[in-house]
């Protein structure tokens, strides 16, 4: 069973930082790429940030490019998303997923190549 568990979500100021982490568990996490969605209160999700399984790809959404900084740490299992220089625009409650396919390093961004999720953390920016 796998399990992706996200934290570090919370309220910031517009132009703060905060740090979200997902800890993976139940397969092998060094093989599989992983990527962050999110989604804001009436839209659909979209992709924010992937990497490969490898750590050497990454891939980010235009809006967050330059302020969001994906990367992994294979020995603890776990995906990090460093967002900084926070909008207004950015409150959603962020997801992390696991890619289904092993060994992976195109397509990050679509959303059908992934097959687990984590539960959410909800992030804030106030204005």
């Known amino acids: 069973q796998v399990q992706l568990i996200e934290s570090g979500g919370g309220l910031v100021q517009a132009g703060g930082s905060l740090r979200l982490s997902c800890a993976a568990s139940?397969?092998?996490?060094?093989?599989?790429?992983m990527g962050w969605f999110r989604q804001a209160p009436g839209k659909e999700r979209e992709f924010v940030a992937a990497?490969?399984?490898?750590?050497?790809?990454?891939n980010y959404a235009n809006s967050v490019k330059g302020r969001f900084t994906i990367s992994r740490d294979n020995a603890k299992n776990t995906v990090y998303l460093q967002m900084n220089s926070l909008k207004p625009e950015d409150t959603a409650v962020y997801y992390c997923?696991?890619?289904?396919?092993?060994?992976?390093?195109?397509?990050?961004?679509?959303?059908?190549?992934?097959?687990?999720w984590g539960q959410g953390t909800q992030v804030t920016v106030s204005s």
């Open positions: 997923a696991s890619d289904r396919i092993s060994y992976r390093n195109y397509g990050l961004d679509r959303e059908d190549f992934y097959d687990y």
């Open positions: 139940g397969r092998a996490f060094r093989m599989y790429a």
């Open positions: 990497i490969s399984w490898g750590g050497v790809i990454t």
